[in-house]
C-alpha cells in the first residue's frame, strides 16, 4: 500500500508541474498574439503612411521605365 501512495504522490507532484507549465505558456501564447497584433496594425499603417507619401510625391513605382539592366 505504501507503494500505491508514493506512486500517486509523485503522479500529482508531476500534475502540479505540468498545470503550471501549460498554464506558462498560455500565457505566452496570449501575450505573443497580443504583440503580433500590434505589429500587424504597425505595418498596416506604415504601408498606408508610404503610400500616401508616394501619392503626394506624384511618384508612381510602376510608370517609371525599367532600370537599364533589363
Do not use: K
Amino acid at each position: 500500500m505504501d507503494n500505491l501512495e508514493q506512486r500517486l504522490t509523485e503522479l500529482e507532484v508531476r500534475l502540479t508541474f505540468i498545470d503550471d507549465t501549460v498554464l506558462g505558456l498560455a500565457n505566452a501564447d496570449g501575450e505573443q498574439s497580443m504583440r503580433i497584433a500590434t505589429l500587424e496594425r504597425l505595418v498596416h499603417d506604415l504601408r498606408s503612411e508610404l503610400a500616401s507619401l508616394r501619392l503626394g510625391q506624384g511618384h508612381d513605382p510602376h510608370s517609371e521605365p525599367p532600370p537599364p539592366h533589363y
